[in-house]
């Protein structure tokens, strides 16, 4: 990387865990060392060496309108002007909380919070609480932030206990987590049939986002639904991804599946830390202060926050993007594969809506099994040859691209020739 780069890196690794305040910013998956960020502006990042990339990881999802959107910015500092946090309830938190109910079609109430890893840590507590059960069931290859009993790996044997997939997590706290696979709901009936009554709850990616991009194949969710359903347990769609991505309703409402709790995040804040969990008023009522379930936040609702998100979904609303940006992503897919075919590189494209990822793998890719046999060491080749080529796509192959409001055709048209050159040189 630049000279910059590199000092500030230095200095960076001196205060910082490997020089960065989120694992995967350390480019560790594809080998060297991360540019530094001077600023953004629309689809584009420049680095402090005065380098220029179109970016298409987007701080990892939350910016469909692109860098510094204008309106955003001025509403972000009219509101910080009078005044960063309270503490006190404030009429932005209400305006964005009725804009996400107006929104997420199963939404009737939400409680913000500052992350996702919060929105899905609270989501669980919460099915617990309304349940009285205690395990939960997840799917391997889904992240869902970093709480301790979701920092888990398939155990051994047939129906899998989780195992702390990290030091630090105490084996009694993975026992009530349980894991089965995506785009295999005879996995999930199986676990219901042998611990029905004990699970809390189902929590999905609807749209695998940290394995690549994985669609749900047709009746997956519809079967998640009936099963939770049939066994009284809650299920939790995990949409700080897909929540205003896939579209303004999420993929709840693209897919027409509804899920008892929906966790946001990402998009929601426009670029600020937050989160959110939502779902029907009579499980969200168990929520403090009006039912016994415990949660808190300093910063929750922050107003400088929730501005940015207000003003965030205000322009969603209003222009209704989606359609247009699906446009760019699919056609950035299509171009794509055909560079790729020429060259007589094997890879997949996956795409919903706009986000995608280009997986090193023949494919299909239909679960985290089949990315899993991406070759991670020619996708590393790729990142490196198209940051070289003016273009930022994610450091690691099991994460998504994403195409925003400012990617015009041109962009697009740029990236593609830039792809051109790289896979000549991979
Ligand atoms: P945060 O706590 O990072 O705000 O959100 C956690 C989370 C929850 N659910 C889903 C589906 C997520 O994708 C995430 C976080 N996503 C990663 C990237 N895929 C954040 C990037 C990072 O960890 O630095």
Not at 53 to 81: N, Q
Request: with cysteine; hydrophobic share 40%.
């Amino acid at each position: 990387m630049g000279v910059r780069s590199e000092e500030l890196y230095r200095r960076a690794c001196r205060v910082l865990p490997g020089g960065v305040n989120s694992p995967v910013r350390a480019f560790g998956s594809v080998g060297g060392t991360p540019f530094f960020v001077e600023r953004g502006e629309g689809c584009r990042i420049y680095d402090v060496d005065g380098n220029s990339y179109i970016d298409y990881v987007c701080s990892w999802g939350p910016l469909i309108l692109g860098h510094a959107h204008p309106e955003v910015i001025s509403f972000v500092s009219e509101v910080a002007k009078k005044g960063t946090s309270f503490g006190i309830p404030c009429e932005l938190e209400v305006l964005l909380a009725e804009a996400v109910v107006e929104a997420v079609p199963s939404v009737e109430m939400v409680r913000f919070v500052n992350s996702g890893t919060e929105a899905t840590m609270s989501a669980i507590r919460l099915a617990r609480g309304y349940t009285g059960r205690d395990k939960v069931v997840k799917f391997e290859g889904c992240y869902h932030g970093h709480v301790d009993y979701l920092l888990v790996k398939a155990g051994s044997g047939v129906l899998t206990f989780g195992i702390p997939g990290t030091p630090g997590v105490p084996e009694e706290f993975a026992q009530h987590t349980l894991l089965v696979k995506f785009n295999d709901i005879a996995s999930v009936e199986a676990l219901f049939e042998k611990y029905s009554d004990q699970i809390a709850c189902v929590i999905v990616e609807p749209v695998m986002g940290n394995a690549g991009v994985i669609p749900p194949e047709k009746g997956f969710l519809e079967g998640l639904r009936e099963i939770t359903s049939n066994y009284g347990a809650l299920l939790i769609f995990d949409e700080v991804i897909t929540g205003f991505r896939v579209s303004y309703g999420g993929a709840q409402e693209r897919f027409c599946v509804m899920p008892d709790i929906t966790c946001l995040g990402k998009i929601l804040g426009g670029g600020f830390p937050v989160g959110a969990y939502g779902g029907r008023k009579e499980v969200m009522e168990k929520v403090a202060p009006t039912g016994p379930v415990y949660q808190a936040g300093t910063l929750s609702g922050n107003p400088v926050a929730m501005a940015a998100g207000l003003k965030t979904l205000e322009i969603l609303k209003r222009d209704n993007p989606y359609g247009e940006l699906e446009e760019k992503a699919s056609y950035l897919a299509r171009e794509a594969k055909k560079l790729f075919a020429s060259k007589g590189i094997p890879v997949t494209i996956n795409s919903v809506a706009s986000m995608s990822c280009i997986f090193f793998t023949e494919g299909p890719v239909r679960t985290y099994d089949d990315a899993l046999k991406s070759d991670t060491g020619l996708y590393a080749k790729f990142f490196w040859a198209m940051l070289k080529n003016g273009v930022y796509f994610a450091p690691s192959q099991f994460e998504a691209a994403f195409v925003s409001v400012a990617h015009s055709t041109s962009d697009i048209d740029f990236t593609l020739e830039a792809m051109e050159k790289a896979l000549k040189e991979i």
